[in-house]
């Protein structure tokens, strides 16, 4: 398990495959396939970025693909987005074209969810697995 230090952005580049699970206290911009779960207080998945497990985030934003499920305060689906399985949030704006299958919950009124999207790192340490 690779931890971040909370002050770093953390860069997984295009044509890197990672496989494992990643937390951070800081942000995270995947451009690269991640085969594995991902907590963090920021995440930006690129337009070649892939997620192949779960994620807790406050804020993600997609713009590539997630196959599996996502957990965030602001959720932001771009155009060139495929997001499959679910997702929780308690803010989600959608782009035309973005494509959605996935069952959709708001957290509003779900106290424990929201709190553990205040410590990241919990989907890692499995206090919380959506």
Do not use: W
Request: glycine fraction near 12%; include cysteine; charged fraction near 20%.
């Amino acid at each position: 398990m690779k931890t971040v230090p909370p002050n770093k952005t953390a860069v997984l580049a295009a044509k890197i495959v990672f496989q494992g699970n990643i937390r951070s206290e800081g942000d995270i911009e995947l451009d690269g396939v991640m085969d594995g779960n991902v907590a963090c207080r920021v995440l930006l998945i690129g337009r070649t970025g892939a997620v192949n497990g779960n994620i807790v985030a406050r804020d993600v934003t997609v713009h590539g693909e997630v196959s599996g499920s996502i957990v965030g305060h602001a959720v932001k689906l771009g155009a060139t987005c495929r997001v499959l399985g679910s997702l929780s949030y308690e803010s989600l704006s959608v782009e035309r074209g973005a494509y959605l299958d996935a069952d959709c919950s708001m957290l509003r009124g779900k106290p424990e969810a929201l709190r553990t999207l205040d410590r990241p790192t919990a989907l890692a340490s499995g206090t919380y697995l959506p």
